[in-house]
């Protein structure tokens, strides 16, 4: 269905007898056809939810899970265009800092779940076997529970940090 008088930005498709321009992405890429305040609103929601769930954490700590996959959920739908992404038009150095913020908190998800699998495996197979837990032990899930933690809280700024460079780091 190619024109051969079409643009080299886009190729030119026929509907009901009339000539429409499709522009690839390649073309909106180089040439910077997008709307700088794209997705912006969604990115001030992940910051705003980043920054609600980091306080959160502290006091409300289901405020800062529900506040975590609301913010997977909108890096995810930038990330892979579908839903209500699927009409950005984002060039890849400004969708990057989507992706990171999205690889930042399933990472600290995943760890977060893998580390209360191991201590809850751990402990009730120590009571499964002697009726109680030593103090060893509670130290011990003590001490991985304050290691997760840490590198809870570093995903976390860093997922905001990539969330912020997404809003409002645009070229």
Do not use: H
Request: with cysteine.
């Amino acid at each position: 269905m190619s024109d051969p008088n079409a643009s080299a930005s886009g190729e030119q498709q026929k509907v009901s007898d009339v000539a429409v321009a499709t522009a690839s992405p390649a073309a909106n890429e180089t040439n910077q056809e997008w709307d700088v305040n794209e997705g912006k609103n969604l990115g001030i929601a992940m910051v705003v939810l980043l920054a609600v769930g980091f306080i959160c954490g502290f006091f409300v700590p289901i405020v800062s899970l529900i506040a975590t996959i609301a913010t997977i959920v909108i890096s995810s739908t930038i990330t892979c265009g579908c839903c209500g992404g699927s009409g950005f038009n984002l060039p890849k150095n400004v969708k990057r800092w989507s992706n990171l913020t999205l690889l930042c908190l399933a990472g600290m998800l995943v760890l977060q779940i893998l580390y209360v699998i191991g201590a809850w495996i751990g402990l009730s197979s120590e009571v499964a076997n002697t009726g109680q837990i030593s103090t060893n032990s509670a130290n011990n899930v003590t001490i991985g529970a304050l290691i997760v933690g840490v590198i809870s809280w570093v995903l976390n700024i860093l997922a905001f940090i990539f969330a912020c460079l997404f809003t409002w780091k645009r070229p």
